[in-house]
């Protein structure tokens, strides 16, 4: 059974950072893409950032590129997304999830992730 579990949120002023980590079980993290959701309250969820399996393709919303370094370490079974120069309109809670296929291409679409994490809630404050 695949599971995720984030973690590494928490509350922090405007222009500070956070690390958070997504910890995977059940099968080859590996042979598989990752992706990072979030959801504003009020607001449906978005995607956040997406990598490949090797970790050599990566992909960003708009609103966190040059901010926001997805990487991933295959060794640990671990995703990790490094947040800096956190705004308030960042404020969501942040989840992990997986595809159930490999070798998925587009990693922003929602639709190709079936493994979801409970999610982290991050608050940044003005």
């Known amino acids: 059974q695949v599971q995720v579990v984030e973690s590494g949120g928490g509350l922090v002023q405007a222009g500070g950072s956070l690390r958070l980590s997504c910890q995977a079980s059940?099968?080859?993290?590996?042979?598989?893409?990752m992706g990072w959701f979030r959801q504003a309250p009020g607001k449906e969820r978005e995607f956040v950032a997406g990598?490949?399996?090797?970790?050599?393709?990566?992909d960003y919303a708009d609103s966190v590129k040059g901010r926001f370094t997805i990487s991933r370490d295959n060794a640990k079974n671990t995703m990790y997304l490094q947040m800096n120069s956190l705004r308030p309109e960042d404020t969501a809670v942040y989840y992990c999830?997986?595809?159930?296929?490999?070798?998925?291409?587009?990693?922003?679409?929602?639709?190709?992730?079936?493994?979801w994490g409970q999610g982290t809630q991050v608050t940044v404050s003005s």
């Open positions: 059940g099968r080859t993290f590996s042979r598989y893409s």
């Open positions: 990598i490949s399996w090797s970790g050599l393709t990566t």
């Open positions: 999830a997986a595809p159930k296929k490999s070798g998925i291409m587009t990693l922003s679409d929602e639709s190709l992730y079936d493994y």
